[in-house]
Structures are given as structure tokens and as C-alpha cells.
């Protein structure tokens, strides 16, 4: 990897990868993105092999190493499925529409 380009530079990003960016960010972006039915209260679970089975078709349509992919959205697309896997992060992350954490 060159220095002029660091790994999060989003300049290098297709207009595809900004638009998965920009639909993972938006307010319950992590559901739509991954297909996953929004629970209708804190008390339901989601689909934990439905959320599997997308969260892997993505990730590996996303995965840097691919020619389709980019690190960017690879991060946040890893960051949806962590959210919506842990249920105290996904009843923040349902709270408020969007996630603030950024701990990755």
C-alpha cells in the first residue's frame, strides 16, 4: 500500500461504495442494508441466521481484498453486524436510529 493513500481514505471510493456508506449511516441503515426485519419492540429478537446469512453475503462482496471491495465499508458493514448481533448495542442503536459509538 502506498503512503500517499492510507486504508481509510474514502476519496479512492466508488460511487457504489459511498452510496453503501451513506445507507449504513442513515437512520436505521444497519437493518435495511442487511435485510433484517426491525423488531417490533426492545423485547423481540431478530433473526440471528437470517443476520448470518446476509451479514456473510456482504462481507464478502464488500471485503477489501475484492475487487468490488473497500475497507470503508467493509469497517462499517463489520460494525452493523456487531451492532445488531449484541442486544444491548442494537437497543441503543434502536433507541436512537443511528450508532455513536465508534469503538470498532
Known sequence: MSSEHSETDIS???E?????????MAPDGYYTYL???KPASDKDEIDLVLLK???RKLSL???PDRATGHVET???LNRAHLV?????LRQQYDLLGIDLEEDH
Open 84 to 88: 445488531l448481533l449484541h442486544s444491548k
Open 61 to 63: 462482496k464488500h471485503h
Open 74 to 76: 467493509f469497517r462499517a
Open 35 to 37: 435485510k433484517i426485519p
Open 53 to 55: 446469512k446476509n451479514y
Open 12 to 14: 479512492t471510493m466508488s
Open 16 to 24: 457504489s461504495d459511498t452510496q453503501v456508506l451513506m445507507q449504513l
